[in-house]
């Protein structure tokens, strides 16, 4: 292949939109089944891993590609809520329960109460797991924002066994102000799938809305005044 062509493929490259999406849940509603069924469409129900993994590919989204890295959370005693290091690194969180487990609602429903404890979004700052690599800083520190989340009931396919009506989790889900939808990883792709890119969606809705809050404080301070998104500056005061 010509110069030219290898560097036409690094620059495609180098441009490919990145996020990086934490899968929270309690132990056992399917976190790992449903990361594995979005990244290769296929199924595998179980798995015995005893510490947090990362997986990277690329996935279309609207017809570009997406270079997705998302982490696979481990709760093994179903109690502990996302670490600060966790939150820090995700550009996105994809929560999920299990209707067949009340215990793994009510650990989401937890996590609710922690996020507005924290009173902001964690910052991109600094905070990394020992394992994880810093993401870049998507918002200024000041920010508060609810940070992009999708909510997911897993194992709809089990209805004879619900604890957790979808009811419940619209609720939940109009709290978080989030998507909600329920899946069953063992036999739905597309369904699995919208949900990962629905996250996608938002976190890009939310970095576009960001760098328009910081275009808006960085003109109205080169101007001394005020700037008003939608008013002409014939339409502002004149000094």
């Known amino acids: 292949m010509s110069g030219a062509g290898m560097r036409g493929i690094r620059r495609k490259k180098s441009s490919m939109t990145e996020v990086k999406i934490a899968v929270l849940g309690a132990p056992g509603v399917g976190k790992s089944a449903l990361v594995v069924r979005f990244l290769t469409k296929r199924y595998i129900g179980e798995y015995d891993h005893q510490s947090e993994q990362r997986y990277r590919n690329e996935v279309l989204v ?8 998302i982490l696979d959370t481990c709760n093994n005693n179903g109690e502990t809520l996302p670490t600060p290091e966790t ?6 969180l994809l929560l999920v329960y299990s209707i067949t487990d009340r215990h793994s609602f009510n ?6 109460v922690h996020f507005t404890e924290q009173g902001t979004w964690p910052t991109r700052s600094g905070g990394t797991s020992p394992s994880l690599t810093p993401s870049p800083p998507l918002m200024d520190v000041t920010s508060s924002v609810n940070p992009p989340m999708v909510l997911l009931g897993n194992k709809a396919d089990m209805v004879h066994l619900r604890q957790v009506s979808a009811e419940e989790g619209e609720i939940l889900a109009k709290d978080l102000e989030c998507v909600f939808s329920e899946v069953a990883a063992s036999d739905q792709v597309a369904q699995v799938a919208a ?3 629905d996250l996608f969606r938002e976190v890009q809705y939310c970095r576009k809305r960001c ?13 001394g005044r005020s700037y008003v998104r939608g008013k002409s500056d014939s339409a502002l005061p004149k000094d």
């Open 107 to 112: 650990w989401v429903k937890k996590c609710r």
């Open 211 to 223: 760098k328009t809050s910081l275009l808006d404080r960085v003109l109205g301070s080169k101007t």
């Open 62 to 69: 609207d017809g570009d590609a997406v270079l997705f890295e």
């Open 87 to 92: 939150l820090a690194w995700a550009d996105g």
């Open 195 to 197: 949900a990962f890119q």
